[in-house]
C-alpha cells in the first residue's frame, strides 16, 4: 500500500517515529527542524524516509537539511544528522537513500545525470559547505508544482507553464486542441504529437514572473 504523501500525514508520521529515533535532549532541535519544513512535503518526506529508517539502526536525529544539487525537478539532498550526512535523491516521485556521502554512493548512472565526472568530485562537493535546502515556496527560482529552476522547461502538464499561442496557463486554454484538430486529449500518440508541435513552437521556459501571485504574497510576508 502507497504511503500518504500529504502534509498532515507526513507530520504524523514523522513525530510518530521521532517518539523512537530521536534521543530526549535532541528532541527540541529535531522538533524545530520539522517546523521549519511543516510546508513543504519533499523535505517532509525526507525526514519520515530517514526517521522510519535510520542509516544507523540507532537513535539519531535530523539537524539540518543541504542541498548538493537539483536538476529537472530531482533534488540531490544531504541530511545532515547527530551520526553522519547521508544522500538521498528527492523528487514528487519518492525518496531514495544512497548512502554516506563520504563513501561516494551515487551510481555512474546518476552521477552522469548531475554531470559530475567521477566519484571524488561527487565527494568533493557533497563533504563540502553546502547551502541549506530551501522550503520550494519560498524559493522563487523554482517552479512551485513541478521544480523546474529559471530558464528550464517545465513538465508537461504543469499548470504553471504559460502557453506560447495565447499567453495564457497552458493546461487550461483552447490552444492544445486547436493544433491538434479536437476536442479532447484522449490519447499517448495525441500527447506526444502535441508534444512535437509545442516543441515546434517554443516553449517557454519557467521564470519567477509565472509563480501563482498567493505565492509571491507568502514570500514577501516572510
Known sequence: MR??????????????AMDYAVPEAQRAGADDLVDQYRDDRLALMLLREFYSFLPEAAEDWAREILR???????????????????????????????????DGCLTDELLDFFGYG????????????????????????????????????????????????CGGQLVHCSCRHDQLGVDSIETEAQLLEFEAILEERGRIPYSPEQRPSFLQHESEEE
Request: glycine content about 8%.
Open 68 to 102: 548538493i544539487d537539483r536538476r529537472q525537478g530531482i533534488f540531490l539532498l544531504a541530511l545532515a544528522s547527530g551520526s553522519g550526512r547521508y544522500v538521498y535523491l528527492v523528487s514528487d516521485e519518492g525518496v531514495e537513500f544512497h548512502g554516506d556521502v563520504k
Open 3 to 16: 504511503e500518504a504523501n500529504d502534509v498532515k500525514s507526513l507530520l504524523r508520521d514523522i513525530r510518530r
Open 118 to 165: 567521477s566519484a571524488d568530485d561527487f565527494v568533493r562537493k557533497a563533504t563540502g559547505e553546502l547551502p541549506n535546502y530551501e522550503a520550494l515556496n519560498q524559493d522563487v527560482e523554482l517552479c512551485p508544482v513541478c521544480h523546474a529552476a529559471s530558464g528550464e522547461y517545465h513538465e508537461l502538464g504543469c499548470v504553471v507553464e504559460i502557453c506560447p499561442w
